[in-house]
């Protein structure tokens, strides 16, 4: 598409969209930054005790914040394959967080639509759709690590060389992330930073199994560690301090039987689980999400002073949440409960002067590509199986979507007990239906009246019509997430 014919299409799509639009406007900057194992709440705006995040809570302000997010899939390969193709884990195939190093190479990726239209295109960070960090197709820069990288001095590739890099290694992405924004005078640029917090340390082998020798540290910036020191993390109606099932979650109670032969088996598996999630590993999530927002903040000040900000669509999300010993869970971070499946999500786009604050209409991981996208002005492609959310953004819909699909494939590793845990998840209007696929069994939840899921209204014979109901919608969303209907 030649220059003229893009900014005429662009001022087209804006103005339906209800953005202010001149003859001389460009197709936006696009920054879409992915914090992993960051939960819904992990930031001050979100609810979070006392963590303070100033410039995630400016970013929601000045944007739109999306209430009702959530991760198609709560995995970080899946997802990330999600958020980057607009599919879901049963179209393209990265089901688990297996090394799927030659499949990853063959996904069908939003950037490289963008790169096709004139975009200057950058992957900064955390890939782990296998674990090779070799460059994907559709991007112009590639900064990345091998698998899950290290916190501190981090061995880097660029563009193919390999790097020793030395620092942080959120600032290091930063960086770089930075330097090349620095070098984009001149055409429009998408830019995706991965960031390697929150995890903790960790080495994930080809097969997905984890090395136990591996210290599951959460480790911040040396600047920020102390920072929460004797803070107390205000936990849940459903935490569970001795790491318990609930009972009326007869799949999770076998899991759990099978999690406490194992840990018996191997005491080093007690260590990585930290069963109740302690308040040290609270706090130094927290710290480390300090950083995080440093980041955003060193991030927006470059816009800023190039004169880039007004026209640069900023998305903040995540690839999966996290537990903090609700329900008994800790790092099984995968399971389909509000903690693990709800997402951050956030997006910011000046151009957009009345944009709507905030959104409540479901929205899934798979919506940013065909977003991201929309931003441009380009249609998104048949393959892309997400909804634009500018029509939330501006208020033209109050929704997408009358229902949400959230897929998961078990896997034995790195945690065995999950082996056998396959399910689907459909959201709708108040109610959470969960299907296991291997288990006859179910959970049904009201969200409005009992957020932390401590009902489970499965036997309820006053819930047998909408049980029906929901069951035939998941049937039908299954369907069509497989492209068969």
Known sequence: MNNL???????????????????????????????????????????????????????????????????????????????????????????????????????????????????????????????SPAPRPGYDYWVAIEGQGKTHDPTLYENNTRIDAKGYITDIFT????????????????????????????VQRDDGTTDLSVPKDFIPAARHAGTYDNKVFKRSPAYSPDARADPDKPVIGQAFKRRAELL???????????????????????????????????????????????????FLTSDNGYFFGEHGFSLERRMPYEESVKAPLIISYPQLSNSVRTVAGLVLSIDLSATALAFAGIDSPSTIQGESLVPL??????AVRPAALIEYYSNESPFPWTAQMDYRVVIAGDYKYIKWLRFDEAELYDLAKDPFEQKNLINDAAYKTLIGQMHRQLQDLQLQALGLK
């Not at 960086?175 to 960790?202: M, N, R, S, T």
């Not at 953004?393 to 109050?398: L, S, V």
């Open 393 to 398: 953004m501006t208020g033209k819909a109050t």
């Open 175 to 202: 960086d770089k992330a930075i330097g090349f924004i620095a070098q984009q005078a001149d055409q429009p640029f998408f830019l995706y930073i991965g960031h390697k917090a929150v995890h903790p340390e960790a």
């Open 5 to 131: 014919v893009k900014i005429c299409c662009l001022a087209g799509a804006l103005a339906f969209v209800g953005a202010p639009v001149t003859a001389e406007e460009t197709p936006p900057n696009i920054v879409m930054i992915v914090v992993d194992d960051m939960r819904f709440d992990e930031w001050s705006g979100g609810g979070h005790t006392y963590l303070q995040t100033p410039n995630i809570d400016q970013l929601a302000q000045q944007g739109t914040r999306f209430d009702r997010a959530y991760h198609t899939t709560p995995l970080c390969s899946s997802n990330r394959a999600s958020i980057l193709t607009g599919q879901y884990p049963s179209r393209h195939g990265i089901v688990d967080n297996s090394s799927r190093n030659h499949a990853s190479f063959m996904l069908d990726l939003f950037p490289k639509y963008l790169q096709a239209d004139g975009y200057k295109t950058a992957h900064i960070g955390k890939w782990h759709m296998g674990n």
């Open 264 to 314: 018996a088996e191997d005491p080093r598996w007690e260590s990585a689980m930290d069963l109740g999630v302690s308040e040290d590993s609270i706090r130094n999530r927290a710290e480390m999400m300090l950083a995080v927002d440093e980041s955003l903040a060193r991030i927006v000040e470059e816009l800023k002073a190039r004169g880039l900000y007004e026209n640069t669509a900023i």
